[in-house]
């Protein structure tokens, strides 16, 4: 009976290493792959910083969406045709706008996309500063006293709940 104990933990050992060994094998599919390797290592590369726009927080290298697919094809297709690195993906993005690059330029039209994180903690900073000193300004602030209506109205209260 100590056997199958002693036996599953080596083979919980090697399943973890193969998944840890087991990296992003990419989206990208067989009859996309150009024949010459040079090219194809450009495309491979030039797509691992282009965005899918549909999946958002992968790079089209490693979504398997439609659109992704249509990319790549499209990237593989301009540097065929002899685009330079920076031609190629300068055509998608003029196509899909910066939103397509994984790591977008700073120019006015991505100000809110690159700032708005930093204006929302300091907004937030503040707001949490002014809450504090507002707090500490009234320290034993009490809730002012009950009028001779509201006292009569919790004694009847009183009443209900011990009659």
């Known amino acids: 009976m100590l056997a199958a104990p002693m036996l599953a933990a080596p083979m919980l050992a090697v399943w973890a290493l193969l998944f840890a060994l087991a990296g992003p094998a990419g989206a990208v ?16 590369e030039l797509s691992k910083d282009l965005r899918c726009l549909v ?19 499209l ?3 301009r540097i065929v045709a002899g ?13 899909y706008g910066d939103f397509v690059l994984l790591d977008p330029p700073v120019k006015p039209t991505t100000y809110v996309l690159w700032f708005s994180p930093i204006a929302v903690l300091v ?14 300004s009234q320290p034993g602030a009490s809730p002012p006293p009950l009028s001779d209506a509201e006292k009569t109205r919790v004694a009847e209260l009183i009443k209900e709940i011990d009659g």
């Open 83 to 95: 685009d330079t690195d920076q031609q190629a993906v300068r055509n998608i993005v003029n196509r």
């Open 123 to 136: 907004l937030a900073g503040i707001g949490t500063t002014l809450a504090l000193r507002r707090r500490r």
């Open 55 to 73: 999946c958002q927080n992968e790079s089209i290298d490693e979504s398997g969406a439609d659109l992704a697919h249509d990319l790549r094809v």
């Open 29 to 44: 599919e067989p009859n996309e792959r150009l024949a010459d390797p040079a090219l194809e290592a450009r495309a491979r």
């Open 75 to 77: 990237l593989r297709e």
